[in-house]
């Protein structure tokens, strides 16, 4: 029995099977048509999650290497997100792991895809990030900063890979295995090839000072995400791919950028970043709806922004968007913090968290949020038992506040 069948042979259909003894291995298979496309999103309900890391890892790198693996916490929060109604999230592998440890990493993602069906939800997995930190290291990884939005998420690949083509065949295999291993397994629901390929990290690192980054950055990150595609291709998943687009002008092809450009012309399901507000994330979803393609929204809810599960999900669920929010427990990545904590660090908590949904212990940041979430996603919500989580806090609070002043 080979390596496929080994992590995947519970999990075909009839139609994979035939579709797998058909698999030759050395043909690219074509993007999908918009009817291939269509067809397959007719078949999903409407798809909503986060983008999930575990709240023990700062990063990837310390979510999947067999030292810092958890899969107690990620049993946890994963059964709080299907408890809210999510039905699928966003992972991020790295390919350091699978370098240093390709057996390993394919033998904990197969128990993570576990976890995941047993909750009935269904993950997108990111292969690459352009995002944060461009020197990721494998082993121990730091503490969190604090006061500091993801101080420690690296970059896949590094920039050193990223930055020399000669040194892009050191990742090739990373694609083609993990791909090839599950491109048949239907507990995922897509790949997601690079998150933000041409992001330079100017709002963060360039605004701190930090001089950081490659000076070509968007060029190669540009080249790259269209080499990464083939490599995916050659591979033949079952499930679709896509990479989508961060910023710009996408009112017409002729306005966009050179990567935007290529991404939705060629993505099987077309996907999207927006932190802005309603009008906006209306306005992006009518430009991208010229492709004739299922529309996912992988990055959306920035508090501060005006950027909401309120103000956002009803309109996505108007176009049958599918959605995906930054942020879910609150833990090492701290992304309570806004971005511009790289210009001013917090010292406290901040009153309106940027992103995240629940502490570590599973209690609400806001109530209320949950109890809209539960409804629009169609879960009943145990609205005593909220309020009840709430007091409890404020009490506790009140008495610690009580305590300290009769210390005083």
């Given at each position: 029995?080979?390596?496929?069948?080994?992590?995947?042979?519970?999990?075909q259909s009839e139609e994979q099977v035939q579709t797998e003894n058909a698999f030759a291995g050395n043909h690219p298979s074509p993007q999908w048509t918009e009817r291939q496309a269509n067809d397959w999103y007719a078949k999903q309900p409407w798809l909503v999650g986060c983008n999930f890391i575990p709240s023990t890892a700062i990063n990837q790198l310390e979510m999947w290497q067999s030292e810092t693996w958890d899969p107690q916490t990620i049993d946890r929060e994963l059964g709080w997100a299907a408890d809210l109604g999510m039905n699928t999230i966003r992972v991020f592998l790295h390919d350091l792991v699978y370098r240093n440890d390709p057996d390993g990493l394919k033998m904990r993602f197969?128990?993570?895809?576990?976890?995941?069906?047993?909750?009935?939800?269904?993950?997108m997995v990111v292969l690459f990030d352009s995002v944060w930190d461009p020197e990721p290291k494998a082993g121990l990884q730091p503490a969190p900063k604090a006061g500091l939005h993801n101080s420690g998420w690296v970059q896949s690949p590094g920039k050193h890979i990223l930055g020399d083509h000669t040194q892009w065949h050191l990742v090739k295999p990373y694609v083609v295995d993990m791909i090839s291993t599950f491109r048949i397994d239907n507990r995922i629901l897509l790949w997601d090839i690079v998150n933000e390929p041409d992001n330079d990290n100017l709002v963060s690192y360039g605004k701190a000072g930090l001089n950081v980054e490659l000076q070509n950055k968007q060029q190669m990150g540009t080249d790259f995400v269209k080499e990464a595609f083939q490599w995916a291709r050659e591979a033949q998943p079952t499930q679709p791919i896509t990479s989508g687009p961060w910023y710009g002008d996408w009112s017409s092809l002729e306005t966009m950028s050179e990567m935007d450009r290529f991404l939705f012309t060629h993505s099987d399901v077309i996907t999207f970043h927006n932190y802005l507000g309603p009008e906006e994330f209306e306005r992006c979803i009518e430009y991208l709806k010229v492709f004739n393609r299922?529309?996912?929204?992988?990055?959306?809810?920035?508090?501060?922004?005006?950027?909401?599960?309120?103000?956002?999900?009803?309109?996505?669920?108007?176009?049958?968007?599918?959605?995906y929010n930054w942020g879910?427990?609150?833990?090492?990545?701290h992304t309570i913090y806004p971005w511009d904590s790289w210009q001013k660090p917090y010292?406290?908590?901040?009153?309106?968290w940027f992103h995240d949904?629940?502490?570590e212990d599973g209690s609400a940041y806001k109530p209320e949020e949950v109890v809209f979430i539960k409804k629009i996603l169609g879960k009943e919500t145990n609205v005593v038992a909220l309020a009840r989580s709430a007091m409890l806090k404020k009490k506790s609070a009140e008495a610690e506040d009580s305590q300290l002043v009769s210390d005083y």
């Open positions: 029995m080979n390596r496929s069948s080994v992590f995947t042979s519970a999990w197969y128990d993570f895809l576990t976890l995941c069906d047993k909750h009935d939800i269904r993950p299922p529309i996912l929204c992988t990055e959306y809810m920035a508090r501060n922004q005006s950027n909401t599960f309120e103000t956002i999900l009803p309109i996505a669920q108007k176009h049958q968007i599918g959605m879910f427990v609150s833990g090492k990545s010292a406290d908590e901040p009153s309106l949904i629940f502490r």
